[in-house]
């Protein structure tokens, strides 16, 4: 059975910091780029960043450059997305899944965890 499980999120303060963390079962994680997503009510899910099968890479749009910083433990299937400086728009709920390539950040499963929600308080 696959599963995916995002947590770490929660209220925050604007300018204040989170990490987010998922956990992929039942799949050779190591084998996959990841990456990391987000939705809002009413809104499509968006791509956030992500991060080459090996660490080698990573991508980030331009919203979060130099805020956030995506990374993974392959040995204990995880990646993190540590989120600093966190602004209201940030706000949503986040989602982990594997992507196609860095250059092409589809998500590579078809199925989603359950998220994990961030707010951010102004």
């Known amino acids: 059975q696959v599963q995916l499980v995002e947590s770490g999120g929660g209220l925050v303060q604007a300018g204040g910091s989170l990490r987010l963390s998922c956990t992929a079962s039942?799949?050779?994680?190591?084998?996959?780029?990841m990456g990391w997503f987000r939705q809002t009510p009413g809104k499509e899910r968006e791509f956030v960043a992500g991060?080459?099968?090996?660490?080698?890479?990573?991508v980030y749009i331009d919203s979060v450059k130099g805020r956030f910083a995506i990374s993974r433990d392959n040995a204990k299937n995880t990646m993190t997305l540590q989120m600093n400086s966190l602004k209201p728009e940030d706000a949503a709920v986040y989602y982990c899944?594997?992507?196609?390539?860095?250059?092409?950040?589809?998500?590579?499963?078809?199925?989603w965890g359950q998220g994990t929600q961030v707010t951010v308080s102004s």
């Open positions: 039942g799949r050779t994680f190591g084998k996959y780029n």
């Open positions: 899944n594997a992507i196609a390539e860095l250059d092409d950040p589809s998500p590579g499963w078809g199925f």
């Open positions: 991060i080459s099968w090996s660490s080698s890479g990573t």
